[in-house]
């Protein structure tokens, strides 16, 4: 305990000394000094821009699962501490480097973080990884769409193949992913949504947002439940963020040459796959990591931010946010979505 105490003492002496020796600006951020402990609030220096770098004023940051897990030092990437989590935003541009040709400052734009740092009022980023938002779109709205939409357009469209007409039954359907799938499913994709979640009232608010039908998983199986809603030929494509019984459940109510996509582990367990499932009935399982896509297939990843912006700008799609907390109660908003309690997208504002 001693330790800690004297680690944060530490930690917090070494930003004020940064952030005093700066002639410059500072900025707050949200830091993770240790992991599972709490985020502290703490004012830091700007750093200058390189030449392919722009700096932004940040409007909205979104809290995704991953940032709690990465917090947690549960997540695939590992930051070195002291880091500021946070791996999306919208915001307005304050300054270019000087080889910077994609953004102008004032421009309005979204950003993805590769190295997080988006939890704070000021982000510095490489041009790159920065797309404008179109006029008629809110920094609102656009904050939602990196993550939720970019995974949820990827699964439906390039992992799974949707057509028009087919069912796509979605787990956790009433959290940021999951409405971000019902959406483009059904008002890009013309697709009929079977939303599954955890309770009465996220049903009802994924069956607002669009879904066809849904199915309450906390109360029975989920399998006897969809086999109910669309009889025994089973569903075209299910995408899970749940894992354990729930995936092995959607896995089983797949139709013939059915299609899985595995997002993530929300309830905690990783399932095995049943191969002789996918034989019966020519089914496809496979895995979708979105971010990963920055670094393997730039372009695809691209095209998704550049999908979800133009689909929001032609009022195809309405992104959902559920609950907006100010950056000093980041650790609420935390709780918020570790306690289930959350629904849609969860964002920091940072004004
Ligand atoms: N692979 C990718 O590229 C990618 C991208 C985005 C998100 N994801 C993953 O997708 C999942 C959902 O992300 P999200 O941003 O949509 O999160 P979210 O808005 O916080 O939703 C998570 C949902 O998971 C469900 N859940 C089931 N068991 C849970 C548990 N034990 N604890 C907490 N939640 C539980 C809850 O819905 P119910 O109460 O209805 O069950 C909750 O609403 C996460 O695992 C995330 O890591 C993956």
């Not at 904050?143 to 990827?154: F, R």
């Not at 995408?239 to 729930?246: A, E, K, L, P």
Request: glycine residues 8%.
């Amino acid at each position: 305990m001693a330790a800690r105490l004297c680690a944060r003492h530490l930690l917090s002496t070494w930003l004020y000394r940064r952030a005093a020796q700066s002639q410059g600006r500072h900025y707050r951020a949200a830091l993770c000094s240790e992991l599972k402990r709490p985020l502290v609030i703490e004012e830091v220096a700007s750093r200058p821009v390189g030449p392919q770098e722009v700096r932004v004023d940040v409007h909205f940051c979104g809290i995704n699962f991953a940032d709690i897990l990465v917090c947690r030092g549960q997540y695939q990437e590992k930051p070195p501490l002291p880091f500021t989590p946070g791996m999306e935003f919208s915001g307005t541009v304050l300054e270019t480097g000087k080889d910077v040709s994609t953004v102008n400052k004032g421009d309005r734009v979204i950003g993805v973080c590769p190295k997080l740092n988006a939890m704070a009022e000021e982000c510095v980023i490489d041009q790159k990884t920065l797309w404008r938002i179109p006029e008629s779109v809110s920094l609102q709205d656009a904050a939602v769409l990196p993550v939720s939409y970019g995974t949820a357009i990827l699964a439906l469209e390039h992992r799974a193949g949707t057509q028009p007409g087919e069912t796509v039954l979605v787990t956790a359907a009433s959290g940021a992913t999951g409405l971000a799938v019902i959406d483009v499913a059904t008002n890009v994709l013309r697709a009929k949504v079977i939303a599954a979640a955890g309770s009465d009232e996220k049903c009802k608010l994924a069956m607002e947002r669009g879904a066809q039908f849904s199915v309450n998983y906390s109360q029975g199986s989920l399998k006897e439940a969809v086999k109910k809603l669309v009889g025994s030929g089973g569903v075209n494509v299910a995408i899970d963020m749940v894992g354990g019984d729930v995936f092995l459940e959607s896995l089983s109510s797949l139709a013939w040459e059915g299609r899985i996509v595995v997002l993530g582990f929300a309830g905690g367990k990783i399932a095995s796959l049943p191969t002789n499932l996918l034989l019966l009935k020519n089914i496809s399982a496979v895995g979708l990591f979105w971010g990963r896509y920055q670094q393997q297939d730039f372009a695809l990843f691209s095209k998704s931010m550049s999908s979800a912006l133009q689909y929001c700008q032609q009022g195809l799609i309405h992104p959902h946010v559920g609950a907006v907390f100010k950056l000093d109660k980041v650790n609420e908003a935390f709780l918020h979505v570790i306690q289930r309690r959350s629904t849609g997208k969860v964002l920091l504002s940072l004004k």
